[in-house]
């Protein structure tokens, strides 16, 4: 039997579905979104993004989940820190799991990082093709380092695939986010396929005024920046774990 993420994505083999509702799209999608948090060994959050599991692997003491995230969120954590991933957050009491970083990278074009997690179980989301202008998405993410919000929208922009071997198409997304959606999952809103992760938003400055004038920045709405799905596969092909995606035959590598 077809799982149901991947019947929605493209249907039984020998069957033909009817198009899926809104709740069934939701359903699929919503246990693929996780928090990945950094934390002090006393307890203490000192950071927070959003993740999607994007592959599962059967361990002998449970399940190896993989899940994107992004680097910015994990890079330099202080000493005697650890990172965590928590998932079943839409079911509200969250299962927490200690991560191992297993590729990463922080640069102007690209912000992801692969990490690995040994827990009960986990669902993942299949990873779609490059999205079109005007396709309708949900963006799953957990802002503020809180609870999860689901944010609906269309992609408003995709830029042509930049030239050279590090190029991919930039995707703009018109639903908002703010501060810890970083890494969180962008879903077709059609099948439920991953089509990108949130890379970031635009900012302007507000003035606060007062004797003393300061400014913050703030998020831009319907200025959400996505990691595209080929740039997804890249890092991932040359990190060595494409064959997370099912594209490869050879099993995951085990980092530590």
């Known amino acids: 039997m077809c799982s149901l993420l991947l019947a929605l994505a493209s249907g039984c083999a020998t069957g033909r579905l009817p198009a899926p509702t809104r709740e069934q799209v939701l359903q699929a999608i919503l246990p693929s979104a996780v928090q990945v948090v950094i934390e002090h060994h006393d307890g203490r959050r000192l950071r927070s993004a959003s993740g999607v599991v994007i592959a599962q692997r059967p361990a002998a003491d449970g399940t190896d989940c993989f ?15 650890e990172a965590y ?3 079943d957050r839409h079911r509200g009491a969250a299962t927490k799991a200690r991560a191992i970083v297993l590729a ?3 640069a102007e074009e690209l912000d992801l990082a692969l990490l690995r997690i040994r827990t009960g179980r986990c669902s993942a989301a299949p990873l779609g093709p490059p999205p079109t202008l005007g396709e ?3 963006v799953v993410a957990f802002p503020w380092g809180r609870h999860m919000k689901l944010s609906g929208g269309i992609v408003s922009q995709v830029e ?3 030239a050279g071997e590090n190029g991919a198409s930039r995707i703009m997304v018109d639903a908002s986010v703010t501060y810890g959606s970083s890494g969180g999952g962008v879903y077709e809103a059609r099948t439920g ?11 302007a400055s507000v003035s606060l005024g007062g004797d003393s004038p300061r400014s913050i920045n703030v998020p831009v ?3 959400t ?3 595209p799905p080929a740039a997804i596969r890249r890092f991932l092909d040359q990190a060595g774990y494409g064959n997370l995606l099912g594209d490869r035959r050879s099993p995951p590598r085990t980092g530590e």
């Open 160 to 162: 042509p695939e930049a």
């Open 85 to 87: 991933v928590l998932f």
């Open 136 to 138: 309708a998405v949900w």
């Open 221 to 223: 709405p319907g200025e």
């Open 67 to 81: 899940v994107l995230t992004s680097a910015h969120a994990l890079i330099r954590p202080p000493e005697q820190a």
């Open 225 to 227: 920046y996505v990691t």
């Open 193 to 203: 396929r991953l089509i990108g992760l949130v890379e970031g938003y635009g900012t």
């Open 104 to 106: 990463r990278r922080e």
